[in-house]
């Protein structure tokens, strides 16, 4: 008997105002949708009506809506303020509602304040593709200049701090807001975007806040949703740090293996898993993927595929699916011998072709991601085969 694939493959898509189609994602070969209500704000329930809608649509393009991301978790839960208890409420009637009209995976993160960042959205690479790209040199500019925050000082080195110095000079006007909207606009499918004041404001709620502190309140979020993700078959999916380091001086805590065995183990349930980038966890060299995949292939519920190319220090940016530092042939093979089929997104792809002349949002253009899925697919496809053989 042949062994089934590993992957369900997928691809996430923003909603009736994406402009990558639920056709266009059809004709890459991907079966499953990765989606979520972006139009409901953070906090309030995802009812069956609202859920049912985007089931609908999904499935009059033949295709299959797998995966939530994200249903987002409120930043008042994060900090476990006086509001936490009912949002956290709302958040398990979501799950519940979910559950019962059949979708059973769902993705969050737990990045105080800003998701996922990047300080290029449309950075250039030698073949005059566009990539994503992180540079601490590029956020230290904004922080130390334009934030302005206490004690900035304290989170760079000399040399970032007089390279941070020389780029913010040279910098124009224009140069610079740039540089703030690409941190502060907020990305898509992250939580929001915020005006400069806002966000100084934000990050005092986080003043004497530890590491700790937030491991804390994440379990104790966990804690409180389990019965509820048990009771409806939930899988819940947490996506690690993007990127996997503080920055502006918050901690971040699913950024390695050890975070992750801390979270698997003070919350046991196997509906308590993972969303394994290989782009976030990437972007620390430190972090053995393969050897991570391993360890917790029975609690990823979810793959995101990417590779990122590390340039330095705090430094990368998104490589091609099958450059940058993401093995995904041995990681593949780490998955031989299981009877799970998981879903699967090549996350983020490179503006190219046709796509340079489309509007779409940064990182998600239907080319560049397609390139990915089928690389991903090739490679899939050869390891099944030959395990066949």
Not at 11 to 24: E, K
Not at 53 to 71: C, F, H, P, Q, Y
Not at 86 to 113: A, D, H, W
Not at 302 to 320: I, M, P, Q, T
Request: glycine share 6%.
């Amino acid at each position: 008997m042949k062994n089934k694939n590993f992957f369900e493959p997928s691809m996430r898509w923003y909603g009736p105002a994406d402009t990558v189609t639920l056709l266009d994602i059809k004709q890459t070969g991907a079966t499953g949708i990765v989606t979520a209500l972006h139009h409901i704000p953070n906090g309030e329930v995802w009812t069956k009506e609202e859920i049912q809608k985007r089931i609908d649509e999904v499935e009059a393009a033949g295709l299959t809506w797998n995966v939530v991301e994200s249903l987002p978790v409120h930043e008042d839960i994060k900090l476990m303020l006086d509001t936490s208890e009912q949002l956290i409420e709302n958040y398990k009637i979501s799950l519940r509602n979910l559950g019962e009209l059949g979708v059973k995976t769902v993705t969050y993160n737990f990045m105080p304040i800003l998701d996922w960042t990047r300080t290029r959205l449309y950075h250039p690479l030698e073949d005059q593709t566009l990539a994503l790209y992180f540079d601490i040199v590029d956020l230290a500019a904004f922080d130390l200049f334009v934030l302005q925050r206490e004690g900035t000082e304290v989170d760079y080195n000399d040399e970032i701090i007089a390279k941070a110095t020389a780029l913010f000079d040279q910098m124009s006007e224009e140069e610079r807001l740039k540089l703030q909207q690409n941190i502060l606009a907020g990305l898509p499918g992250s939580e929001s975007g915020y005006e400069l004041d806002d966000f100084k404001e934000k990050l005092k709620l986080y003043d004497g806040v530890s590491k700790l502190d937030l491991q804390n309140n994440m379990v104790a979020f966990l804690s409180a949703i389990m019965p509820t993700a048990e009771e409806y078959g939930i899988k819940m999916a947490v996506h690690p740090d993007d990127p996997p380091f503080s920055i502006f001086g918050i901690p971040r805590f699913v950024s390695n293996r050890d975070d992750l065995d801390y979270l698997m183990t003070k919350v046991p349930s196997m509906n308590n898993g993972i969303c394994f980038c290989t782009g976030s966890f990437g972007a620390n060299p430190n972090n053995d993927m393969v050897a991570m995949v391993k360890e917790f292939r029975e609690r990823i519920h979810f793959y995101h595929l990417r590779s990122v190319e590390v340039v330095g220090e705090r430094h990368f940016y998104e490589a091609d699916h099958l450059a940058g530092n993401a093995d995904f042939v041995a990681i593949i093979q780490t998955l031989i011998g299981s009877d799970r089929v998981v879903p699967m997104r090549p996350d983020h792809g490179h503006a190219m072709l046709d796509d340079l002349h489309k509007t779409t949002n940064p990182g998600y253009t239907c080319i560049g991601r397609m390139k990915g899925l089928r690389a991903i697919l090739g490679i899939e496809r050869a390891i099944v085969q030959l395990q066949n053989s």
